[in-house]
Structure formats: C-alpha cells, structure tokens
C-alpha cells in the first residue's frame, strides 16, 4: 500500500512540511536520547529511546508532506510507514519499534522491569543509528527541510 493510500483511507492528513519544523523534531529527537543516556531506571531509559524513535518515524513521513490522522492507532501508523518512506529494508526496524511500543506500554502503566539492560542498551544504539539514517534520507531527498 502507498502512502496516498494511506491518505485515501483517511490514515494520513496532508502536511506542508517546514525546515523550522523538522528541526524543532529533531530537538526532540536529541533530547529523548539524552535522557535515554541519564543514570535513571531501564524502564525509563527505555521509554526516553522509544519517544525519540517514534518522532523518527515521523519525520519522513513529514517529509513526504503527510501526518498520520489523529485518533486511535495514530503512533502504530507512524511506525508502520516507515518502511514506505524511506525504503522496506527497514520493515525490521519498524517491527522492533513497534514491539517497543507495547514494552513502553507496559513500563509506563502496568509493571517495572519490563525490559531488560542488555535490551535497552541495543535498542537505544538502534535508535541513535535510526537517527543517522534519517538524517542522511533528508539529505539526499529533502535538503531543503534542513538548517
């Protein structure tokens, strides 16, 4: 499925898209992982790496002049398009985001200790290289929404 199908479902709103705006996410992004980074719990630094990578997602999707719809599943559709926006080979990432969902779910309103360190240590550097992927996709295909 495309994106403008995505938007014909009605799953997507079209967006014009600022270079202010990607910025202002990408502050986002970076503060996220610095918290992720901060001696706190794993829950935590879990939740931190989660945020930032869902904003990752978001921000091709914004390059594309889209915006998921709001409403019920609003941050799952984000995650699903990424492999639309920048490419299937990143149909795993967007998998291990989304499992990351649940886990963040479960860490934020049911349990403690949801995930382990060792997990949360690789899941933080898978989203920091989410980050670097990002940003080399806006500089190939959308230089002009960066600084």
């Not at 349990?111 to 899941?123: A, G, L, P, Q």
């Amino acid at each position: 499925m495309s994106l403008e199908q995505w938007r014909r479902n009605g799953w997507l709103v079209s967006n014009d898209t600022t270079e202010a705006e990607i910025a202002q996410l990408f502050e986002v992004v970076d503060r996220e992982l610095s918290d992720a980074d901060q001696n706190i719990s794993i829950d935590g630094k879990f939740m931190h790496a989660y945020d930032a990578g869902l904003i990752l997602c978001m921000i091709p999707l914004r390059a594309w002049g889209y915006k998921v719809a709001k409403g019920s599943g609003h941050h799952k559709r984000a995650i699903e398009s990424l492999p639309l926006t920048i490419g299937p080979e990143f149909r795993d990432v967007s998998d291990q985001i989304e499992i990351a969902s649940r886990k963040r779910g479960q860490a934020m309103y049911d349990r403690i200790d949801v995930v382990e360190e060792t997990d949360t240590v690789i899941f933080i550097q898978k989203v920091k290289d989410l980050r670097v992927t990002v940003l080399e996709f806006l500089e190939q295909d959308y230089p002009q929404l960066l600084p």
